[in-house]
């Protein structure tokens, strides 16, 4: 494709996830984004053909491409169009209080996890200043899906995982995630890595 990435998913579009029933086998990421850092640089897709608008809004060197794409502020926004575009879901506005929305009405949440780590409350209950709304929190966790998790601290390949509610309301049921729902980048990966879910499918 364009734009210096590729999508790759792990299975189908329709059937994202099925993961190993084996206890300690890791679950496996959805799919895949992988960029090139040089060419988004420039301005290069893959082929090496101009983009003139992604030159004139990305005339970066390529490390300092690398540090934007790993700041979750800005990925969010474009992961949310790719997974949308990917897996034929509809992308909503800002003031949904959800992300995305399958054919069959389930609302999901992208998340980014960062050098920093990932959070699975509301975005506004997180960040300095901000008091954790438990109640809040529950009543959102209720009304989604799930989550759908992208680790960009391993941009270029950027992987993602969809996370069905019931496992976050087990880890949350557990105590596995801190306080305020925010669990470190280590600690997430061990997280999947350590979770057995059945198979995952967005309505055809």
């Known amino acids: 494709m364009g734009f210096g990435f590729y999508a790759t998913t792990a299975t189908s579009r329709a059937a994202l996830m099925d993961t190993a029933r084996t206890k300690g086998r ?10 090139d850092p040089t060419a988004l640089a420039a301005g290069l897709s893959p082929r090496g053909s101009r983009r003139g608008a992604l030159a004139a809004g990305l005339q970066l060197r390529p490390a300092r491409v690398s540090s934007f794409f790993k700041d979750g502020r800005r990925m969010a926004w474009l992961l949310e169009e790719l997974i ?7 992308r909503m506005g800002e003031c949904e209080g959800y992300d995305l929305k399958d ?16 959070y699975f409350c509301s975005s506004g209950d997180a960040g300095k200043g901000r008091k954790f709304d438990i109640l809040g929190y529950l009543a959102k966790q209720k009304s989604l899906a799930g989550w759908i998790v992208a680790d960009i601290e ?11 509610r019931v496992v976050v309301e087990t880890w949350h049921g557990q105590h596995k995630l801190g306080a305020g729902t925010k669990v470190s980048r280590a600690k997430f990966i061990d997280l999947i890595r350590n979770t057995l879910v059945s198979k995952v499918q967005f309505a055809a």
Not at 84 to 90: F, I, R, V, Y
Not at 103 to 118: I, L, M, P, S, Y
Request: proline share 9%; with cysteine; net charge positive.
């Open 103 to 118: 054919k069959a009405g389930g609302h999901w949440e992208v998340r980014c996890c960062t050098r920093g780590g990932v």
């Open 26 to 35: 890791a679950m496996l990421p959805s799919g895949a984004f992988n960029w």
């Open 154 to 164: 391993t941009f270029p390949r950027v992987p993602y995982w969809v996370i069905p």
């Open 84 to 90: 949308a575009d990917q897996h034929g879901l509809e």
